[in-house]
């Protein structure tokens, strides 16, 4: 386990020293994000179905990447450890398909149908303004949401939990950090919108190089910002961030007994390893010092 020192770099810091490890990162994301949704944009055009819902079905796919983006940022944001950043980012992919497949379905449903509701309320709010305040009510759900997905990602690369326990979990930290979620979802809404106005205003030739730009480092910066704003309240009510050690290495059984049955952390050191306790049996959030 990796000592850190009492001067480690900030996070924003650590974003510029680093900036291009961080930067392959955001290519080893962005470029299949990119590859899938054109497939999806051209077999929307194809079928003559050609409208964003249909595009961002890409995101589907896409979304299996992004537990390898997400594990590198929260090394190099939150642990200080600079680890390499192909296969870091190629593991996690690989150990987490499963659930971020899931996930992916689950962000493309909370998009598309937020996307869908606040335009209809929108345009019935012309005509009645008591459906103005629905919008109003649902912006507030979506944002709810929104900060829920924060925590998502992170949560399922770092925590071996179940999927219910792991939105559960998400949304009870939407309301025990509030403050400092809204200052994320602010941050974000910042960055997406540079991005949206970049789009908007680049014109002839530079809109490519617009494109590409907003692609590369969007989900990078996005993702960066709330990684490094989440990860101290995550951790204070759910743990450090641990790499359990593999089944395939070999623990020393009598010390892990030992020590297993003098504790009740879910984390152990044996042989100078960070372990799993095997007697613990508590799901998270489940002690009295979890959320408030």
Known sequence: MKNKSAASP?????????????????????????????????????????????????????????????????????EKAFVPVVSTFFRAVKDNLKAFLVHGVII?????????????????????????????????????????LFYVPLMSVTYELKLKDIYKNSMLLVFGKILWNLLTLLMVAVVCAGAFFALVFAKGALFPFAVALVALLCPLIVNYIIISMV?????????????????????????????????????????????????????FLSREDRLD
């Open 10 to 78: 900030c996070a924003f810091v650590v974003f510029f020293k680093k900036l291009p490890q961080l930067l392959l990162a955001g290519l080893l994301f962005s470029v299949p994000m990119a590859a899938c949704i054109a497939i999806f944009a051209a077999a929307a055009f194809l079928s003559g179905f050609n409208n964003i819902l249909v595009w961002g079905l890409g995101m589907i796919p896409a979304t299996l990447f992004l537990p390898g983006l997400v594990m590198v940022i929260r090394k190099y944001a939150v």
């Open 108 to 148: 493309y449903a909370i998009c598309a149908c937020s996307s869908f509701a606040i335009m209809y309320y929108y345009t019935m709010a012309q005509k009645d303004i008591v459906y103005g305040y629905i919008m109003t009510l649902y912006v507030l759900f979506t944002a709810a949401l929104a900060i829920m």
């Open 231 to 283: 990860s101290k309240g995550m951790q204070e009510n759910v743990g450090s961030f641990v790499d359990v050690i593999s089944e395939a290495e070999p623990v020393d059984e009598e010390r892990l007994a030992a020590a297993s049955g003098n504790t009740d952390d879910e984390y152990i050191f044996i042989n100078g390893k960070m372990v799993k306790n095997p007697s613990f049996t508590s799901s």
